[in-house]
């Protein structure tokens, strides 16, 4: 299996989506699974030719002919979930940045991503694009398209709080009595900035704000910087402590970080990071 990472060329796309993969498995190769965890973009994939078999931890997608394009968007997955892959593949997959896939959708993203990872078909035209984008046999070519169709779906979507929320938990991280503090910055209760966070961004601000402490800490990890321990990677992470990490590595990703760590794949410059199993 190959995975390849590219870049939006638009200057507007590149504000909104963080990067393109493609995924590529030959006729002969032999399956693959890999483990991959909740992040804070909006993904978007599509892949033809396959059957998928969809529960809340695994995803298998096995070759079949039938000239079918699906296209899927990642849900609300909470956790670490299994992927599998059967028989040849050519995936192509969108990274959009967080709450950046709504300036290009006509309704709310809530109302286009229920449950774990279900068929996105956000426009009348967008099946037909897609499907005419997947024939082509030159993926800067498919690539080049896929972003034509995005701009041309572009509105300058505009939340009044969001964004401002976003860069706060990016920033600073705030504990419980933070969320509090931004609400009061906001004039807006808890229930509301619930509510815009399932309805735009399909999380809640508390496991938003979990995601970006695991997020970080596998953007600072480097094997030889952290030979003698976690503790130092647990504080530039911003947890309260290597213990509060382990706790929430757990519940992401069902290992402790001295175990995920050593298995994790980082692809590109890190957007990718999947753990292959044996």
């Known amino acids: 299996m190959e995975i390849e990472v590219y ?7 590149k504000q909104h989506i963080e990067c393109f993969y493609v995924l590529s498995r030959s006729k002969n190769a032999p399956p693959s699974t890999y483990l991959t965890f909740p992040g804070t973009q909006q993904v978007v994939s599509l892949y033809a030719n396959t059957t998928s078999e969809i529960t809340d931890e695994s995803v298998i997608i096995r070759y079949e002919p039938n000239g079918v394009l699906e296209s899927r968007i990642v849900g609300r997955f909470q956790r670490v979930v299994c992927v599998r892959y059967e028989g040849p593949v050519h995936e192509i997959t969108t990274l959009f940045r967080p709450l950046s896939i709504n300036a290009f959708l006509p309704i709310p993203l809530k109302d286009l991503a229920q449950g774990h990872f279900p068929l996105f078909d956000p426009y009348p035209d967008f099946m037909d694009v897609m499907t005419g984008i997947y024939r082509l046999t030159d993926v800067h070519k498919q690539l080049q398209e ?5 701009l041309g779906k572009y509105h300058g979507y505009q939340h009044p709080f969001l ?4 860069e706060h938990l990016y920033q600073d991280d705030p504990d419980e ?8 910055a906001q ?13 735009y961004l399909c999380k809640t ?5 979990k995601i970006i ?9 480097h094997p030889e910087k952290f030979q003698a321990g976690l503790s130092r990677l647990s504080a530039l992470a911003n947890y309260f402590d290597q213990s509060h990490m382990i706790r929430d590595f757990k519940a992401l990703t069902g ?7 050593p298995r994790l794949s980082k692809i590109g410059n890190g957007e990718v990071n999947l753990l292959f199993m044996d």
């Open 7 to 13: 870049r939006p060329q638009s200057p507007l796309l």
């Open 146 to 150: 896929i972003e034509t169709y995005w």
């Open 163 to 166: 964004p401002s929320v976003l």
């Open 177 to 184: 009595q933070g969320i509090a503090s931004i609400c009061k």
């Open 187 to 199: 004039g807006i209760s808890r229930q509301t900035l619930h509510h815009h966070f399932e309805r």
């Open 205 to 209: 601000p508390s496991l938003f704000r």
């Open 213 to 221: 402490r695991f997020r970080r800490a596998m953007q600072h990890y």
């Open 255 to 261: 290992y402790t970080p001295n175990n995920f760590f």
